[in-house]
Each structure stands twice: as C-alpha cells, then as structure tokens.
C-alpha cells in the first residue's frame, strides 16, 4: 500500500524529531508498503497544501499522530479538514495520546476512519493488512472506529515485551539534517542532536499523567549503543536527547546503562529525563563519566501534601538531596514544577519560587504552568467527578486554549487570584533567568577586553 504519514506544524523553527512516525514508518517499510512522510513541521505548508498533494497523488492509507494539547487539538482538526476535503482522500488513521483518551469524541471530530489506542506498531501492521484482505476492522485489535453510526472499540492490542525486536526508526525518510539542529541545554552550536527512545513506560502514577500503555519496558544497553553507534556514524551526531518518559527508572537500569556507554566507549553528550529518588551521588558521578549533561527532573510542588495528593511518590527531602546531589556531580538539573493540583496554595507557589531561586543554574529558562487535567489522566476524572469539567469537548473547547493559562481550578483561589500570584511568580524567575544572561554576558566581555580573550567570536544567539 502506499501510505503517507503527516508530521505537522507545531510552530517550531526547529522541530523535534517525530520518533512516534518513524518507528511506525519502519514497521511499515519492513512490511513491504510504500512510504512518504508530509513534513509540515520543516516546511511549514498552509493545510491546503496538503489538500492539493492529496488530489493530485492517490495514497491508500494516510496517518496523522498527536499528542494532548491545545495547539495539537487545533492543528488536528485543520488537517482533518484538509484530509476529508481532497478528491482521493486515503484511508486516514489518527494515532497518539490525543485521541486516544476519548476515541468516540476524536472520531466524530476529525471523521477520520480508524483511532489506534496505544503501542502503534503491530496495531499499524494488522490493520494494512485487513485492509489489503478487505476484512471486516473488528478483526483488528487496537483501534476504535464507527460503524453505520455506532462506536466500536475492540480490545486492546497485546504490548511488544521485548522492545528490542522493533526496528529502528526509518531515519532515511526525513530530513535529518533538519533535525539535528535542535538545541538542548549545554550542547554547542557546532554540535548536531538526535533523540533516542530508551524504553517505553513508567512504573509511577502521578494523578495528573495520561498513560496510553501499563508499565515500564526498557531496552537491553545493547540495542541502545548499536543505535546510538549508527547515528554517529551515518549522521554525525554527537548529543543525544534520551526522550523516554524515565531513562532513570531504576538505580540498576541507570548503573547499567552508563557502564555500557563508558565500556562501549560511546563518547557522545547527553541527556535524560529522570526520578529525584534515584539521584545518588555515586549514580551521578557514573552518568556524569558516560556522558551525561544534563537530568530533566519532574519535581512538580515543594508542598509535601500536595506530592502526596498528586501520587509523585516524592519527599521534599528527596528533591532537595537529588538536586544538589546533581548539581555537586557536575550536571546540570532541569525544573519542572507546575501549580494547581489538588490542595495547593498560593504558598505551595512561593516554595516553588523560592526553591528555583536558588538552585537554579540557568541552563534552562523555566517557569512554571498552571496543572492541566489531560483526558485520560486520573485528575480529568476527578476534575468531571467534582462537577469541574463536563467532558471532552468542554476541555478542549473551552477550557483548554492555552497552556500557560488555567483550565481547570483545583485550589481555593479565583481564577484572577490564580493567574495574579503565576504571573508575579514567573515575573521573579524570569527576571532572575535575564539578571543571570546579563551577568554571563558582562563576564565574556571583561575576558573579551580585559584578558584579551583570542578565542572570542562575537556575540551569538543560537
């Protein structure tokens, strides 16, 4: 079949490296289908572009894939539009965490004709073939689709246990050139990125998280370095963005992989998403050896009852150690704190400030976010359940318009009280971010005029 797979616009000069269509895009060329891939997110095509691909080309199959959001919710529904209104129009397939949460809402908005839930890459396979075999798509486990009016949903796809089997994604399809231009904290302007998926999954539950598939599948170190190996070696990367949800998912899991790296003699720079309790000194000493730069962390509240009632199966004690533990080895920590859970105060806010403030080393520019109740998370079922939120379309459609903005108020404030103490909160550590660029740029200048620095090449921006 010939299929064509639709990385959209998300209105970055660079873009992120859609990993979730080219893994699907492998499986499918390893299946024998033809396959292109729309980069709207390079290009950056009007929908009607891809309305006049459409009616000029004649494609058997076309797949869109989201994640939640507001902005993806939008751009889902023009594409949609662009799909459904061309002359040929394949065969189209809405796939990610956008629609899966609600996949009868997502059918009747987008008409697309099937939604796949969850791990995509068999589920893909088996529904091309019932495809090609015209057999009935009840057939297919999986996905959710109407039939004469009426929702169905079968059940659903088994995962792959062993990750390792998938292939790897077809990176010759897309411009990676393009990609590896992205910039991720403490990386040179001369150096090139590609994101590496580790694993699939986490153990954890945070109320505020929406999971597609239950726990955590890591790949073996093994498979990773060969991966990381092809993509030095074929496209000159040098930094690699560990994009999983938790590369840290264990002391073990992390020990092992960074004994791999150092032993495989991987000499490449690199990053990941981790776990405050798992940020121990001698862990981060060894992550710091194999190459590690920089540890994004979701510490989410310095308000010890509200990580209690968000399930973060975190201590403030446990944040406060992990973060100078980090900072100590050499690496640089990433912050993520968001306000707004179940039971937070304008105080919680001001430990969060307060926190930032002072461990803070700038590698990053961060503010913090209103919590959002995404469909599918345990709190967009306790935000319907307390009369908060009415159902999908009200999230999306009113609620939901901004991520910067609240959509659902789980506290005691106003809504104006709300965004009053965020906006005076993110006006401190925004403030503190630019004191902070100015203070580094003064410094490059004494080296530059004082020390008569050779090395100097002008006052870039990336």
């Given at each position: 079949?010939?299929?064509?797979?639709?990385?959209?616009?998300?209105?970055?000069?660079?873009?992120?490296?859609?990993?979730?269509?080219?893994?699907?895009?492998?499986?499918?060329?390893?299946?024998?289908?033809?396959?292109?891939?729309?980069?709207?997110?390079?290009?950056?095509?009007?929908?009607?572009?891809?309305?006049?691909?459409?009616?000029?080309?004649?494609?058997?199959?076309?797949?869109?894939?989201?994640?939640?959001?507001?902005?993806?919710?939008?751009k889902?529904l023009?594409?949609?539009?662009?799909?459904?209104?061309?002359k040929?129009?394949?065969?189209?397939?809405?796939?990610?965490?956008?629609?899966?949460?609600?996949?009868?809402?997502?059918?009747?908005?987008?008409?697309?004709?099937?939604?796949?839930?969850?791990?995509?890459?068999?589920t893909?396979?088996?529904?091309?073939?019932?495809?090609e075999?015209?057999?009935?798509?009840?057939?297919?486990?999986?996905?959710?689709?109407?039939?004469?009016?009426?929702?169905?949903?079968?059940?659903?796809?088994?995962?792959?246990?062993?990750?390792?089997?998938?292939?790897?994604?077809?990176w010759?399809?897309?411009?990676?050139?393009?990609?590896?231009?992205?910039?991720?904290?403490?990386?040179?302007?001369?150096?090139?990125?590609?994101?590496?998926?580790?694993?699939r999954?986490?153990?954890?539950?945070?109320?505020?998280?929406?999971?597609?598939?239950?726990?955590?599948?890591?790949?073996?170190?093994?498979?990773?370095?060969?991966?990381?190996?092809?993509?030095?070696?074929?496209?000159?990367?040098?930094?690699?963005?560990?994009?999983?949800?938790?590369?840290?998912?264990?002391?073990?899991r992390?020990?092992?992989?960074?004994?791999?790296?150092?032993?495989?003699?991987?000499?490449?720079?690199?990053?990941?998403?981790?776990?405050?309790?798992?940020?121990?000194?001698?862990?981060?000493?060894?992550?710091?050896?194999?190459?590690?730069?920089?540890?994004?962390?979701?510490?989410?509240?310095?308000?010890?009852?509200?990580?209690?009632?968000?399930?973060?199966?975190?201590?403030?004690?446990?944040?406060?150690n992990?973060?100078?533990?980090?900072?100590?080895?050499?690496?640089?920590?990433?912050f993520?704190?968001?306000?707004?859970?179940?039971?937070?105060?304008?105080?919680?806010?001001?430990?969060?400030?307060?926190?930032?403030l002072?461990?803070?080393?700038?590698?990053?520019?961060?503010?913090?976010?209103?919590?959002?109740?995404?469909?599918?998370?345990?709190?967009?079922?306790?935000?319907?359940?307390?009369?908060?939120?009415?159902?999908?379309?009200s999230?999306?459609?009113?609620?939901?318009?901004?991520?910067?903005?609240?959509?659902?108020?789980?506290?005691?404030?106003?809504?104006?009280?709300?965004?009053?103490v965020?906006?005076?909160?993110?006006?401190?550590?925004?403030?503190?971010?630019?004191?902070?660029?100015?203070?580094?740029?003064?410094?490059?200048?004494?080296?530059?005029?004082?020390?008569?620095?050779?090395?100097?090449?002008?006052?870039?921006?990336?």
């Amino acid at each position: 079949m010939r299929i064509l797979l639709v990385a959209y616009d998300n209105d970055s000069y660079v873009s992120w490296f859609p990993q979730g269509l080219a893994y699907i895009a492998s499986a499918c060329l390893k299946a024998g289908h033809e396959v292109e891939i729309y980069n709207q997110d390079v290009y950056h095509w009007p929908e009607a572009h891809l309305t006049d691909l459409l009616n000029r080309e004649h494609y058997d199959f076309i797949g869109v894939s989201a994640c939640g959001g507001y902005y993806q919710y939008r751009k889902v529904l023009k594409i949609s539009e662009a799909i459904n209104s061309s002359k040929h129009r394949p065969f189209y397939v809405l796939g990610g965490h956008l629609g899966a949460p609600e996949p009868g809402y997502f059918l009747k908005k987008t008409s697309a004709d099937v939604i796949v839930i969850g791990e995509g890459e068999i589920t893909a396979m088996n529904l091309l073939e019932s495809l090609e075999r015209k057999r009935p798509l009840n057939s297919v486990n999986g996905i959710a689709f109407l039939e004469n009016g009426e929702f169905v949903q079968t059940p659903r796809q088994s995962l792959i246990e062993d990750i390792d089997e998938i292939p790897f994604p077809a990176w010759k399809l897309f411009p990676i050139d393009h990609y590896a231009l992205i910039r991720m904290p403490r990386i040179k302007n001369s150096e090139r990125c590609m994101p590496v998926l580790s694993g699939r999954g986490c153990h954890f539950r945070c109320n505020f998280c929406y999971r597609m598939d239950e726990g955590f599948r890591g790949r073996s170190p093994e498979s990773i370095v060969e991966e990381v190996r092809i993509l030095k070696k074929d496209y000159a990367i040098s930094y690699i963005t560990f994009s999983d949800e938790l590369l840290m998912s264990s002391t073990q899991r992390t020990v092992e992989l960074c004994e791999s790296f150092i032993r495989n003699k991987l000499d490449i720079k690199w990053d990941c998403n981790g776990r405050l309790n798992y940020a121990k000194s001698d862990v981060l000493r060894l992550m710091k050896e194999a190459g590690c730069v920089f540890i994004n962390y979701g510490i989410e509240s310095m308000d010890e009852q509200a990580l209690r009632n968000m399930n973060k199966a975190l201590t403030v004690k446990q944040i406060v150690n992990g973060i100078e533990s980090t900072l100590a080895a050499g690496i640089s920590p990433g912050f993520n704190i968001i306000f707004g859970n179940i039971g937070e105060t304008a105080e919680s806010l001001r430990l969060g400030v307060e926190f930032l403030l002072k461990y803070d080393d700038h590698s990053q520019m961060r503010t913090i976010r209103p919590v959002t109740p995404y469909p599918g998370s345990p709190l967009y079922y306790y935000a319907i359940e307390k009369g908060l939120l009415k159902d999908c379309e009200s999230f999306y459609e009113q609620k939901h318009v901004n991520s910067d903005l609240l959509s659902v108020n789980f506290t005691d404030l106003s809504d104006d009280e709300f965004h009053q103490v965020l906006y005076q909160a993110n006006q401190k550590l925004l403030l503190n971010y630019y004191s902070a660029q100015i203070e580094k740029t003064n410094e490059v200048l004494h080296q530059l005029y004082i020390e008569k620095d050779p090395l100097f090449r002008g006052f870039r921006q990336t």
